[in-house]
């Protein structure tokens, strides 16, 4: 096998993984509803959604532990039907780890290369190397029983980019971790899919997660792929309601469409008043009414008498204190739902008391419109 | 809780002694098993001490004389009758033993892996011949092995064999067969306990990494199972060795135990010191022999490594 190069960033634009109308039926329900997907080579790939949107029926599926009803997949050129997991140029990394607890760590990393009976240290070699990658150099003769929770997953990890698969499927891999080392992880991780340039595809039902780590992200939900685009675009740009809510927070505004055309929709609302924003890509208009959508973080409280070009005038009703940050909600008269504001507290945000009649300055590039 | 009672009346004193006491796991735990252990205690254990006493002892017709003594040991262990029933009783043990388990494990296998939602229904289905009596299913294996039995008037009846054969009932093969099916449903069940705690998503893992259906299992679920295959050897093996009915009933003159000799020394034969004798030595042998064993799949499922 050629050494692997070690290139900064190896993604290209070539696809590696090949997903065509993939469908998984259980009876009446589907659990993957015609999803159509490309994920490039190099790629750090996230399916995102909550339990029970199909993303880790289609991660299985990638990985030959469960097949399309119907569609195909094909990875890196080759379809993959009829082709068993043990034959699949993918390796997995299981939410539980499963690490062998009949071996230790050096014998569970060097599991699958056992089969091809490497010559000459060309295993113990790999092993070590595979090993020194997740940092867990010295720790090669430890149980499995011995091992703390994220040393199990850098087990698993090294167990499965030893083989040096095409794709590293990872599922949920950081849930059985608590925040700070999950926080951690996320970072190594990433590192780690640079120094490789493997094609990672992750799942998780953790948006920060998918936000810190991923090249691009596909958002499901109920069987079907929502959005795929960049961690920003899916942030700034959500196509629906749904992918908005469930990234983050948002203040959803209803609106009128005055005008629509190619690239621009100009609506009317009653906080913001009359509004022109970029057309999203996949918008598809459902009668006279839209959402209007903006993150609680791109409102600035504006003090004493300074001034904004865009600004909504309201009262505090209630103030919630997170330490870096404070979340005001603001009424604004006119609008059904209060705003919610995250203002960070270097100005004193969370000294404003409950009543305080206040202003709130935005960008209207920060508007993001989506069909009802 | 010392230097709170330091103070207080005697009375109270005891009072708060007796909760800590009655509170405490350990005592609680005592309290929890003494029905059990009195009686095992009574039961059991007394009467080894007396077998072990008398098997130091000598018989002299209808007294015994209480002198120390290894000649009932020289007896059991040099005597040739003796030796070749030990062995016997042994061979035939093991080859139960391993027969048990060889035939179980897949059955157990089976439902477990592929039981689904009926693995209450194939365990139940398992333990309806223990309905019946134990005589009463070595005497139906005495009517398919006999001279006219099932086996015979069917091998007949096919052209294979043109008399009845001898050769399948009196001997210590038909003590193996009847044995194997006797104690089949102890072996199934630790190792079905054994397989269901196998994790199936190491299975997976193991075909991810490379793996097929034939080396998943040899590298990962029957190492994994080896703790339920030791408790089913063994639960076989030990009372094999001591068992008098199925030898007599279906053993003939070839297929005598050891059992049946310990038995005719405290019967018939009326020397309790040399019957002694021969059950402490068996006792301890089996011990040896069920040590080994464990140490045996214990490395073999290092080996599997």
Same mark, same amino acid.
């Given at each position: 096998?050629?050494?692997?190069?070690?290139?900064?960033?190896?993604q290209?634009d +070539?696809s590696m993984i090949e997903i065509?109308?993939v469908?998984?039926?259980?009876?009446?329900?589907?659990?993957l509803?015609?999803a159509s997907l490309t994920i490039r080579e190099g790629e750090f790939f996230s399916l995102l959604g909550p339990s029970?949107c199909g993303k880790t029926t289609l991660l299985?599926?990638i990985?030959?532990?469960?097949?399309?009803?119907?569609?195909?997949?094909?990875?890196?050129?080759?379809?993959?039907?009829?082709?068993?997991?043990?034959? +699949?140029?993918?390796?997995?990394?299981?939410?539980?780890?499963?690490?062998?607890?009949?071996?230790?760590?050096?014998?569970?990393?060097?599991?699958?290369?056992?089969?091809?009976?490497?010559?000459?240290?060309?295993?113990?070699? +790999?092993?070590?190397?595979?090993?020194?990658?997740?940092?867990?150099?010295?720790?090669?003769?430890?149980?499995?029983?011995?091992?703390?929770?994220?040393?199990?997953?850098?087990?698993?990890?090294?167990?499965?980019?030893?083989? +040096?698969?095409?794709v590293l499927l990872l599922d949920e891999p950081l849930s059985?971790?608590?925040?700070?080392?999950r926080e951690?992880?996320q970072v190594?991780l990433r590192?780690?899919q640079q120094?490789?340039?493997?094609t990672f595809v992750l799942v998780t039902h953790d948006q920060y997660e998918a936000l810190a780590m991923s090249d691009r992200i596909a958002v499901m939900f109920g069987g079907k792929i929502a959005q795929v685009a960049s961690p920003k675009e899916i942030y700034q740009r959500p196509v629906n309601r749904q992918v908005a809510d469930f990234l983050g927070g948002m203040?959803?505004?209803?609106?009128? #469409?005055?005008?629509?055309?190619?690239?621009?929709?100009?609506?009317?609302?009653?906080?913001?008043?009359?509004?022109?924003?970029?057309?999203p890509k996949a918008?598809?208009?459902?009668?006279?009414?839209?959402?209007?959508g903006?993150r609680?973080?791109?409102?600035?409280?504006?003090?004493?008498?300074?001034?904004?070009?865009?600004?909504?005038?309201?009262?505090?009703?209630?103030? $919630?204190?997170?330490?870096?940050?404070? $979340?005001?909600?603001?009424?604004?008269?006119?609008?059904?739902?209060?705003?919610?504001?995250?203002?960070?507290?270097?100005?004193?945000?969370?000294? #404003?008391?409950?009543?305080?009649?206040?202003?709130?300055?935005?960008?209207?590039?920060?508007?993001v419109?989506m069909?009802? | 809780?010392?230097?709170?009672?330091?103070?207080?009346?005697?009375?109270?004193?005891?009072?708060?002694?007796? *909760?800590?006491?009655?509170?405490?796991?350990?005592?609680? &735990?005592?309290?929890?098993?003494?029905?059990?252990?009195?009686?095992?205690?009574?039961?059991?254990?007394?009467?080894?001490?007396?077998?072990?006493?008398?098997?130091?002892?000598?018989?002299?017709?209808?007294?015994?004389?209480?002198?120390?003594?290894?000649?009932?040991?020289?007896?059991?262990?040099?005597?040739?009758?003796?030796?070749?029933?030990?062995?016997?009783?042994?061979?035939?043990?093991?080859?139960?033993?391993?027969?048990?388990?060889?035939?179980?494990?897949?059955?157990?296998?089976?439902?477990?892996?592929?039981?689904?939602?009926?693995?209450?229904?194939?365990?139940?289905?398992?333990?309806?011949?223990?309905?019946?009596?134990?005589?009463?299913?070595? /005497?139906?294996?005495?009517?398919?092995?006999?001279?006219?039995?099932?086996? *015979?008037?069917?091998?007949?009846?096919?052209?294979?064999?043109?008399?009845?054969?001898? @050769?399948?009932?009196? *001997?210590?093969?038909?003590?193996?067969?009847?044995?194997?099916?006797?104690?089949?449903?102890?072996?199934?069940? !630790?190792?079905?306990?054994?397989?269901?705690?196998?994790?199936?998503?190491?299975?997976?893992?193991?075909?991810?990494?490379?793996? &097929? !259906?034939?080396?998943?299992?040899?590298?990962?679920?029957?190492?994994?199972?080896?703790?339920?295959?030791?408790?089913?050897?063994?639960?076989?093996?030990?009372?094999?060795?001591?068992?008098?009915?199925?030898?007599?009933?279906?053993?003939?003159?070839?297929?005598?135990?050891?059992?049946?000799?310990?038995?005719?020394?405290?019967?018939?034969?009326?020397?309790?010191?040399?019957?002694? @004798?021969?059950?402490?030595?068996?006792?301890?042998?089996?011990?040896?022999?069920?040590?080994?064993?464990?140490?045996?799949?214990?490395?073999?499922?290092? /080996?599997?490594?």
């Amino acid at each position: 096998m050629p050494e692997q190069p070690q290139i900064a960033r190896p993604q290209s634009d +070539r696809s590696m993984i090949e997903i065509k109308n993939v469908t998984r039926s259980y009876g009446a329900f589907k659990a993957l509803d015609d999803a159509s997907l490309t994920i490039r080579e190099g790629e750090f790939f996230s399916l995102l959604g909550p339990s029970g949107c199909g993303k880790t029926t289609l991660l299985r599926m990638i990985a030959g532990f469960d097949n399309p009803t119907s569609g195909s997949i094909a990875v890196g050129g080759q379809p993959m039907e009829g082709i068993p997991p043990n034959r +699949r140029p993918t390796n997995m990394v299981f939410q539980s780890y499963a690490i062998f607890p009949h071996l230790n760590v050096e014998q569970n990393v060097a599991y699958g290369l056992k089969r091809l009976k490497l010559q000459g240290g060309e295993e113990k070699r +790999r092993v070590e190397e595979a090993l020194a990658q997740v940092s867990l150099t010295g720790l090669g003769k430890r149980l499995a029983t011995e091992l703390s929770g994220g040393q199990r997953q850098r087990v698993a990890l090294a167990r499965a980019l030893v083989m +040096r698969p095409k794709v590293l499927l990872l599922d949920e891999p950081l849930s059985a971790l608590d925040k700070k080392l999950r926080e951690q992880m996320q970072v190594e991780l990433r590192r780690l899919q640079q120094a490789v340039g493997i094609t990672f595809v992750l799942v998780t039902h953790d948006q920060y997660e998918a936000l810190a780590m991923s090249d691009r992200i596909a958002v499901m939900f109920g069987g079907k792929i929502a959005q795929v685009a960049s961690p920003k675009e899916i942030y700034q740009r959500p196509v629906n309601r749904q992918v908005a809510d469930f990234l983050g927070g948002m203040n959803f505004v209803k609106a009128e #469409i005055v005008e629509e055309n190619g690239a621009s929709l100009v609506v009317d609302t009653l906080g913001f008043g009359r509004v022109k924003t970029d057309k999203p890509k996949a918008f598809v208009r459902n009668g006279g009414g839209a959402t209007l959508g903006i993150r609680p973080e791109r409102l600035r409280v504006l003090w004493d008498n300074a001034t904004a070009k865009f600004e909504v005038a309201g009262k505090v009703v209630e103030r $919630h204190y997170f330490g870096e940050i404070t $979340h005001l909600i603001v009424e604004i008269p006119g609008l059904e739902k209060p705003l919610s504001v995250t203002e960070t507290n270097d100005f004193g945000a969370d000294d #404003i008391p409950v009543g305080t009649p206040i202003r709130l300055a935005y960008d209207p590039e920060a508007l993001v419109a989506m069909a009802d | 809780m010392t230097a709170a009672a330091e103070g207080s009346p005697p009375l109270r004193m005891t009072r708060a002694r007796r *909760n800590a006491l009655l509170q405490s796991e350990p005592v609680q &735990g005592f309290v929890l098993i003494s029905p059990t252990f009195l009686y095992a205690l009574i039961l059991l254990v007394l009467p080894i001490l007396v077998v072990i006493a008398h098997s130091f002892w000598t018989q002299h017709y209808l007294t015994i004389d209480r002198t120390f003594t290894l000649e009932n040991y020289r007896i059991a262990l040099t005597e040739p009758i003796y030796r070749d029933l030990l062995w016997r009783s042994l061979y035939i043990s093991l080859t139960v033993s391993l027969f048990t388990v060889l035939l179980a494990y897949p059955i157990a296998y089976f439902i477990s892996f592929h039981g689904g939602r009926h693995k209450s229904l194939w365990l139940f289905l398992i333990t309806i011949p223990f309905w019946t009596s134990y005589l009463l299913r070595v /005497m139906s294996w005495k009517v398919i092995l006999g001279y006219n039995g099932v086996l *015979n008037s069917g091998l007949m009846g096919l052209g294979i064999i043109d008399e009845p054969s001898t @050769a399948l009932l009196y *001997n210590s093969s038909a003590v193996i067969i009847t044995l194997t099916h006797a104690w089949a449903a102890f072996a199934i069940l !630790p190792i079905f306990v054994s397989l269901e705690k196998v994790d199936r998503t190491l299975v997976e893992a193991a075909t991810d990494l490379g793996d &097929g !259906p034939l080396r998943s299992f040899l590298r990962v679920t029957l190492p994994l199972s080896a703790p339920g295959i030791i408790s089913a050897a063994l639960i076989v093996m030990i009372p094999t060795v001591g068992d008098y009915v199925t030898p007599k009933l279906v053993g003939g003159k070839d297929g005598v135990m050891i059992a049946n000799a310990i038995q005719a020394q405290f019967g018939k034969a009326a020397n309790w010191p040399l019957g002694a @004798a021969l059950s402490v030595t068996t006792m301890l042998i089996v011990s040896l022999m069920a040590g080994a064993t464990v140490l045996i799949i214990r490395t073999l499922q290092r /080996m599997a490594r």
